[in-house]
């Protein structure tokens, strides 16, 4: 069972940066996508940004993309969000998934996705 812990969240003013982690344990991420998503408060998740597992294929939602740059080292079975230009509505929980097989492409659905972390709260005050 593949354990996944964000952190790297925080209180930021808009325009600031943040560089959010999730680290895997119980298992290898090495060989899976893996993604990000988050939720506002009174919103549904949404989809942010995924990665294939070697890095080559990557996905962002139109509403990050050019600020947000997602990238993982399988060495150290982390991945990563690196966050730029934040917004007041970035502000969200951020959680990082899973999909469950090697083969198992790039996806912004989330219920594609079966491990799921516990999620790093980011607040972009104005």
């Known amino acids: 069972q593949v354990h996944l812990v964000e952190s790297g969240g925080g209180l930021v003013q808009a325009g600031d940066s943040l560089r959010l982690s999730c680290a895997a344990s119980?298992?290898?991420?090495?060989?899976?996508?893996m993604g990000w998503f988050r939720q506002a408060p009174g919103k549904e998740r949404e989809f942010v940004s995924t990665?294939?597992?070697?890095?080559?294929?990557?996905l962002y939602a139109d509403s990050v993309k050019g600020r947000f740059t997602i990238g993982r080292d399988n060495s150290q079975n982390t991945l990563y969000l690196r966050m730029n230009s934040l917004e007041p509505d970035d502000t969200a929980v951020y959680y990082c998934?899973?999909?469950?097989?090697?083969?198992?492409?790039?996806?912004?659905?989330?219920?594609?996705?079966?491990?799921w972390g516990q999620g790093t709260q980011v607040t972009v005050s104005s």
């Open positions: 990665i294939s597992w070697n890095g080559v294929y990557r």
């Open positions: 119980g298992g290898t991420m090495s060989n899976n996508t």
């Open positions: 998934a899973m999909r469950r097989s090697r083969g198992d492409g790039i996806s912004s659905k989330s219920s594609e996705y079966v491990y």
